[in-house]
């Protein structure tokens, strides 16, 4: 499937048609939602959701949650952007994490952690009442977005909420993540999140040097 030619039917539909509606965007960090907002906000009024139970350790999360809240108040944009933060529930994230500890990042362990984000997202966006709910975790090269779509298509069933699919890396939206990042002077993490994969970065950094 063509994520990026479907995205791009609905936008137009949406323009054309003058409706507004109401997006809730998973955020993995603020470099990654720097060009999911530029790009989506022309078109939705758009509540950034923070819930990243997985980032380790805590003063991790803290600085990838202000540097989003930061983003947020700098960026100009079409219709407002609104912040909700959820949960850091660690034990949550563990749990779920239990047995696949030693996996490398991509394996099953990810896909889980993907599903916990998203199947949290769905339950808000049921709760308050989107339209539609998503995520900016397509943009990562790293990132599977045929495996992420599956998956929130999958909450969209469970919660009647409707996900909206994407390959945000499409239309060099990495790339202009990247630029968006030096223009905020943003914060940009070398590792994805979890302490697995920071002890991988870790091993990384050592064969660097
Ligand atoms: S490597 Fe990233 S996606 Fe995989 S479990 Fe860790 S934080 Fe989650």
Known sequence: MNYQRELDMLLAKLEKSGEVPRLLLHSCCAPCSSYVLEYLSDYFEITV????????????????????QTLIGEMQVKYP???????????????????LEHLKEGGERCLKCYELRLRESAQIAKKGGFDYFTTTLTISPLKNA????????KMEEEYGVTYLQSDFKKKNGYKRSIELSKEFNLYRQDYCGCEFSLAEAQKRRNYEK
């Open 81 to 99: 952007i609104s912040f909700l933060a959820g949960h850091y529930d660690r034990e949550k994230f563990y749990k779920m994490a239990e047995g």
């Open 146 to 153: 045929d495996r992420l779509n599956e998956i929130g298509k």
């Open 49 to 68: 959701f923070y819930y990243n139970p997985n980032i380790f350790p805590e003063s991790e999360y803290t600085k990838r949650i202000l540097e989003q």
